[in-house]
């Protein structure tokens, strides 16, 4: 039947010929992959902080699951692959990008991954029901999040958000701000007016709300880079009021390293593996400390569409809540983490305070240890913020 | 030889010759119309962008006590709507200053990458979606059963599966030959979007031959394999081709969709989520990725609406050659 044949055969070849449109995208570049740089190169760094000086020969695969995209939130990591610290301790590590549904915890548990970057109270949740995970260093020891107001909204201290409309970011995000609020004897069901808001500043710099929730990090420095229609210049810090949280007493813990519990206690490889997964993290966060320049071009380079001044503020934001780390890098404060936990079981986040192992000292301690006997600064009291000049867009 | 000669009975090949100059330029005719009003209409939604932003920011310097623009009309101010002019700028500049790469060409590796995932995505729906057709056909009690969890299926959001595809794909697929990576999850993610057009209308398409054609073929002792090869595929071809386009327009809305619930680099999608967390600082950035994933969906519809007349320029041939 030569009638059907024909034009099937041309409808066949005309897939194929878009199969092989597919194949040949295929052949671009490839993707999440952020592998160990070439050899280590110690020129800033005095000191070796292996445990091991020579690298050894069989190198351990491992997978670090983010929370969001590579940003100078991340600038650690990024440093100790890039610098090849994770090498030295004989790791390969893939760094795994975030997205909106990912949930970093949930990746570690299935196995996805080997270690995970989440807020406390994130990994918490999930833990509490019935995730194998814990807390094994907590590099940011301050919280980055803020209310933001212009300065003739006069929203100088919490008590000034009554009868405002407030915007935040739902999603867990809202927390520190309600139970900021309950701090100041207001209710947040009846006080205030809460909203949902964007992942972006319009509503604050439209007016449409009143005080924005912004991490320190991010959002709030893009209102600072953008262009005042009033006065044709950028905001500036004097146009703005900020309340902070950390000032507050509300503040929750937020970027930390988990790993898998129930492998730590019956893998004693895995148990090696963290201590020297935390030991080259924590390097990589110290060498951003001491190299805020450098660490910069390595996340720039691992983001290429992200702007420059912006992740350079952002690096500098995210010393200051990793420096001056009092107990040491990476070493969980118990104050602040009983203050997250009150808030925690306070707000009904959590049903009740985590169960014993949801947070872990000792092998941060033993990376904390090394890293202090090879000679490294690992409290960071000499730290200053510098300053970062903002251009217009973040660029 | 002439028209005139076509009556004659050995002439056919020149009819068909004829027909074959004539189909194509109607082809080369309706191209140029069709690019034609394509263009006069992006120009006519440029004065209408461009004009309602005068008019908004007319009203919005005139309005005081019952604000129109910015109620219950959207906004007209250069951080909501940039100008044209100024998008249409933004494609040649760098993203990162020291780094020489526009964001143009940015947008239009990210759309390649998304392309490949779509077009994947797009495939592997295409044979689920015939496979399915193709096994419900025989039988109405398959028919009957399968048919609600089809539907069902499309009513389970993107966000539910897209974390499961990816952690599955990550942990279970190590027994694969090649290395399975993120982005192929993606095309999967992609697929649970493309099949189901072409269940759906590639079923209708193999029931539509009249009964009469299925009892003729009854009549010659045709096995229901050879209805299906000979009667009911080929009269499914138009079904199909709707089918087709709108799953290369879904398959590309999968595609982003799934790299942002997932957070996969290097395509659209990222792209999009990235410029859109940094709105306020540049829309353009936002507008241009807009415009890419917008043109990405068009190409592959596009591409879907050439193969088909490749494929009816064949069959014409074949109904004047036969």
């Known amino acids: ?395 | 030889m002439t028209i005139g000669a076509s009556s004659d009975p050995g002439t056919s090949a020149a009819v068909a010759d004829e027909v074959r100059r004539y189909e194509r330029r109607v082809a080369i005719r309706m191209a140029v119309r069709r690019v034609a009003v394509f263009v006069s209409f992006l120009v006519v939604l440029a004065f209408a962008y461009t004009g309602y932003k005068a008019f908004g920011g007319a009203i919005d310097d005139a309005q005081t006590e019952w604000p129109v623009v910015g109620s219950f009309l959207p906004r007209s101010d250069d951080l909501t709507m940039p100008p044209l002019l100024d998008i249409a700028a933004e494609v040649s500049v760098p993203p990162q200053r020291n780094n020489a790469k526009p964001l143009g060409v940015f947008v239009l590796e990210a759309a390649l990458f998304t392309l490949r995932e779509a077009a994947l995505g797009f495939f592997l729906g295409v044979i689920l979606g015939i496979g399915i057709a193709v096994l419900l056909v025989r039988s109405k009690w398959l028919e009957r059963g399968v048919s609600p969890y089809i539907v069902a299926s499309q009513t389970i959001p993107l966000v539910a599966i897209a974390p499961i595809v990816i952690i599955w794909g990550r942990t279970s697929l190590d027994w694969l030959p090649f290395t399975w990576e993120d982005w192929m999850s993606v095309a999967l993610i992609a697929t649970y979007l493309t099949f189901f057009p072409v269940a759906v209308n590639g079923l209708r398409g193999l029931h539509s031959p009249a009964p009469e054609d299925v009892e003729l073929m009854a009549s010659y002792a045709a096995t229901p394999n050879q209805t299906l090869v000979r009667l009911r595929l080929p009269a499914s071809t138009p079904y199909l081709f709707v089918a087709f386009k709108l799953a290369a327009t879904v398959a590309v809305v999968g595609a982003i969709v799934g790299e942002i619930s997932a957070g996969v680099r290097g395509g659209l999608g990222r792209l999009i989520l990235d410029f859109a967390g940094r709105y306020t600082t540049g829309p353009e950035r936002l507008y241009v990725s807009v415009a890419g994933a917008a043109a990405l969906g068009i190409l592959a519809f596009g591409l879907v609406t050439l193969s088909q007349r490749f494929v009816r320029a064949a069959r014409v041939r074949e109904s004047v050659s036969t």
């Not at chain 1, 066949?12 to 999440?32: K, P, Q, R, W, Y």
């Not at chain 1, 690298?55 to 670090?64: Q, S």
Request: proline share 4%; aromatic share 8%.
């Open chain 1, 1 to 395: 039947m030569k009638r059907w044949t024909r034009s099937s055969s041309r409808l066949a070849l005309v897939l194929g010929a878009l199969a092989m449109v597919a194949a040949a995208c295929g052949s671009t570049d490839d993707t999440t992959t952020t592998t160990a740089a070439a050899a280590p190169d110690d020129t800033t760094t005095t000191t070796a902080a292996a445990t091991t000086t020579a690298p050894p020969e069989a190198m351990t695969d491992v997978t670090l699951q983010l929370q969001w995209f590579t940003q100078s939130q991340f600038a650690g990591y990024y440093a100790a692959v890039d610098q090849g610290f994770y090498e030295e301790v004989g790791l390969n590590v893939e760094i795994l990008e975030g997205g909106v549904d990912i949930v970093p915890a949930v990746v570690l548990d299935s196995g996805a991954a080997d270690f995970a970057i989440s807020w406390v109270p994130r990994g918490l949740v999930p833990r509490e029901e019935g995730l194998d995970i814990t807390n094994i260093a907590q590099p940011f020891q301050r919280s980055a999040t803020l209310q933001v107001s212009f300065k003739d909204a006069g929203i100088t201290g919490v008590e000034d958000l009554a009868g405002r409309t407030v915007g935040n970011w739902g999603f867990g995000n809202e927390f520190e701000l309600l139970a900021g609020l309950r701090s100041a004897g207001l209710d947040p069901e009846t006080d205030v007016e809460l909203v949902q808001q964007q992942f972006d500043m319009l509503a604050l710099i439209s007016g449409d709300i009143d005080a924005a929730q912004a991490m320190i990090y991010n959002e709030y420095a893009q209102v600072l880079e953008t262009v005042n229609p009033d006065t044709g210049e950028l905001y500036q810090p004097e146009d703005l009021d900020v309340i902070n949280w950390n000032d507050v007493g509300t503040a929750m813990l937020q970027d930390a390293i988990w790993a898998d519990e129930g492998r730590l206690a019956s893998d004693p490889v895995y148990r090696e593996t963290a201590v020297k997964f935390v030991e080259a993290s924590l390097r990589g966060w110290i060498y951003c400390r001491d190299n805020p320049g450098s660490c910069v071009d390595i996340v720039l380079a691992a983001g290429p569409t992200l702007g420059e001044s912006h992740q350079t503020w952002q690096l500098n934001e995210i010393n200051a809540l990793i420096w001056p780390s009092p107990l040491g890098v990476g070493i969980m404060d118990q104050a602040l983490w009983d203050q997250t936990i009150d808030i925690a079981t306070s707000e009904a986040i959590l049903d009740a305070p985590p169960t014993a192992g949801a947070f872990i000292t000792d092998i941060a301690q033993e990376a904390v240890d090394n890293l202090k006997s090879a000679g490294l600064d690992v409290i960071g009291n000499d730290w200053q913020r510098v300053d970062v000049v903002l251009v217009a867009g973040g660029d």
